[in-house]
């Protein structure tokens, strides 16, 4: 049985079976999108990010490092995906045609895509997103002429997607709480002695057996000075006593995470890391009751760049005080469609979701990170997380 008769057999029994919201909230997406595209001149829109993918048709793997595309036109939706991926495009995706591959047959992309392109005159890629792959575009230019593809297909989606429905409010939700699960666990272990690796171990348990699926990013766990390097993770390193341990953990639910950090201490926390938490809450503070509609990124980036400016000679801060959150895939949770940073001019609407993740280094010595998953509304933003803003200390 090849890839085609095996789509047919799966379609007959399985077909959409784990879609994982109702039609009609696909369906309304659908419509946000082309609704868009008119007044943008866009014929349709080429695909190849797939949390993009995800967000109009459900499709959902784990295995997203090979080609797929997505054609969005007014009259169809048509996936391309290998061979290996025709399960998981019948039982999750609701769309008009699927096109197959061989998985090692990459040449046989462009024929089929060229043809299901070849009627549109102009059409809208994703020049930034993930899955874009070189070859294939030049292929696609090559025959069906560069003039008719335009980049601005990523913006038209991102200014919909980063607008929350209530189905995705209610998928953060439930990211939330498992995420919360995880935290509690893994802080129950801390202690001078276990490793960082012990740690993420048991937080990683309870995140799996509270209902986390596959996770876009694994739980992060360092500490001591390693905490003040960013973005490394645990690696067997063992726990000093009154240490600080950093933990940033995010869930995945329906492909949606909501993100939090929390610091606990091996010990008894000093009053210079007592500091560090009382100025992350000062910044989330700041943030919180600036991002309501009408303001800018901007706007709460320097309102939180006001409250940091007394400390920023000795502290390290990544200058991103929140990116929005919402459905993704590995290697990131990170959503890619705004950011709350110097410079960024887009406006805050009702229901878009940010993490704020404040995280406060001092160089070769240790850090202090505390965060909540927010959600904006016309009066500031509100956590979507339950973090309780303390160090917790293990006075072992």
Known sequence: MDHHAYRHALASTLGVSELPFPRTEFAARLVRVRGAMRPAGLDALLLTDPADIFY?????????????ALVVSAERLVLQV?????????????????LGYRWEGIGEVIEPLAETLTAYRAIGLDLYGAGLRLGVIRELQARLGSERFRDDGGTLVDAIRIIKTPAELDCLGESARITAAGLAAAEAVIAPGVTDSDIAAEGSRALLAAGSEFMSLQPIVTSGRRISVIHVNHKRNVVERDAPVFLEFGSAFQRYTAPMMRTAVAGRASAEMQALRDLCRALFEALVAEMRPGHTFDDAARAAEAVFAPYADRLFFSGVFGYAVGAQFPPSWVEGTGYIARGQQREFATDMVFHLPLCLRRPGEWGVGISDTVCVTPKGARAITDNDWRLKETLA
């Open 56 to 68: 109009l048709t459900g499709y959902h793997t784990f295995e997203v490092s090979v080609h797929t």
């Open 82 to 98: 290998p061979s290996i991926e025709t399960g998981p495009a019948v039982v999750t995706a609701v769309v008009d045609e699927i």
